[in-house]
Each structure stands twice: as structure tokens, then as C-alpha cells.
């Protein structure tokens, strides 16, 4: 019972670099999503996708891309790392029936230099 | 703008003490309420509200809702040590797609 992975763990960039997050859900969810959690802020949401080849933007989408080529995974992209983009990222999914909760990935600890 | 607004922001209490943690949104399209619990990574899920004046419990947590004055309340009674956590609000409020909006938490520590 995998439910939502997320790779890598933990990622120090510096400043320009780019990386890859990946999130796969094993649960055969229509939704996913991609948050930043820094401190006292919440979870703030970047990107989103409501089924396979679609995205939309979230509440700070400015600096990541994403794609969701396939239904079970959502890959969020950094093309050139700010030390703003330090922060804990989390992947969630959910179903696309009514009243479903999310569940969350293990998080990635992202330090950009 | 939706907005989800979580009290106090942090809150210190001994072993034992009842605690009452406070959720109020704005939102439109309104679906559904749920907290989760938050130990240093993944949050992990608590209650889902949909209904007003239907509480949910379950051991020594409990939560209700109130959708008419927007709010929620998550009550913990007898707390321990292992309470000591990050409670996350979110509020389901769907445009397009399954939208959920957080509050900035409560930071719960329990002292023994």
C-alpha cells in the first residue's frame, strides 16, 4: 500500500540549477497536486491536474512548471532554482468524487543555495 | 479571495489540559472541512465535515462544524505528549477541479 511517493527526500541546489520532483500515486486518482510548506505559511498551492495531460496554476505557480504525461504521476520542475524556492514540498492526490480527502506524499526538503 | 484562518497560532499546555483549536474560512463553492495532524512531515488525515452541527470524534479528538457562522472547532481532551503537532485546516472548495485551501496551522506543544 505505496499511496503517494514522492522522490527525492532531500535536494541542496544552487542558485540556476534545475531539478525535478517527481509524485506517484498508486490509487488511481484523477487529482494531484503539488504544495510548498514554509514556515508560517501553510501549504500554499503551486500547480494542479484534474486527469492525465492537463495542469492548471495554483496560488504561486511563478518558477515551476509541471507535467502529467501519465494519469499516475505529476512532475514538478524547477528550470532555475531561487534560494525563494527553499522550502518543503509536498505532492497530494485525491479522487474525483465528491467529499474525498487528500492524501499526501512524504515530502521533499528542497535547500537552494 | 478564499482565505482559511486558523487560531491561536501556537499554543503551549501541560499533560492532561483540554485544548480548542479554532478553523474559519471564506470560501466559495464550499464542499467540505478537514483537519489533519502534521509530525514533521506528511500530514495525515483527522475529520472531514460536510454537515453543520454534526460532531465527529474520534478517541479524545473531536471537531464540529459550523456553516453558518463559517467555522470549525477541533477539541482535544486529556491531552499527551505525543498530541505535540502541527493541526492543519482545509477547506474543500472546488472551481475546476478538486480545490482545497489550507490555514497557516496551529503549532500544539504538550508539555509533560
Known amino acids: 500500500n505505496a499511496g503517494v511517493t514522492q522522490t527525492p527526500k532531500f535536494r541542496v541546489l544552487k542558485t540556476g540549477q534545475s531539478m525535478t520532483l517527481l509524485c506517484a500515486q498508486d490509487m488511481n486518482h484523477e487529482y494531484m497536486y503539488w504544495y510548498r510548506q514554509d514556515p508560517g505559511m501553510g501549504l500554499r498551492l503551486i500547480h494542479y491536474s484534474v486527469g492525465e495531460g492537463t495542469t492548471a496554476k495554483g496560488e504561486v505557480p511563478d518558477g515551476y512548471n509541471v507535467s502529467r504525461l501519465k494519469k499516475q504521476n505529476f512532475l514538478l520542475g524547477l528550470e532555475s532554482a531561487a534560494p525563494s524556492q527553499t522550502s518543503v514540498y509536498f505532492c497530494a492526490s485525491s479522487s474525483d468524487r465528491t467529499n474525498e480527502k487528500l492524501f499526501f506524499g512524504s515530502g521533499t526538503q528542497l535547500s537552494v543555495l | 479571495e478564499d482565505k482559511v484562518v486558523q487560531s491561536p497560532l501556537s499554543l503551549v499546555v501541560h499533560e492532561g489540559d483540554t485544548v480548542t483549536l479554532n478553523c474559519s474560512y471564506e470560501v466559495t463553492n464550499f464542499r467540505s472541512l478537514l483537519w489533519y495532524k502534521q509530525e514533521k512531515k506528511a500530514p495525515t488525515f483527522l475529520f472531514m465535515l460536510?454537515?453543520?452541527?454534526i460532531e465527529k470524534k474520534s478517541g479524545r479528538l473531536s471537531s464540529i462544524l459550523d456553516k453558518k457562522e463559517l467555522f470549525s472547532i477541533l477539541n482535544i481532551t486529556a491531552t499527551q505528549t505525543g498530541d505535540s503537532a502541527v493541526y492543519l485546516c482545509a477547506v474543500e472548495a472546488p472551481n475546476t477541479g478538486n480545490q482545497f485551501y489550507f490555514g497557516t496551522g496551529t503549532s500544539l506543544t504538550v508539555i509533560p
Open positions: 460536510t454537515s453543520s452541527g
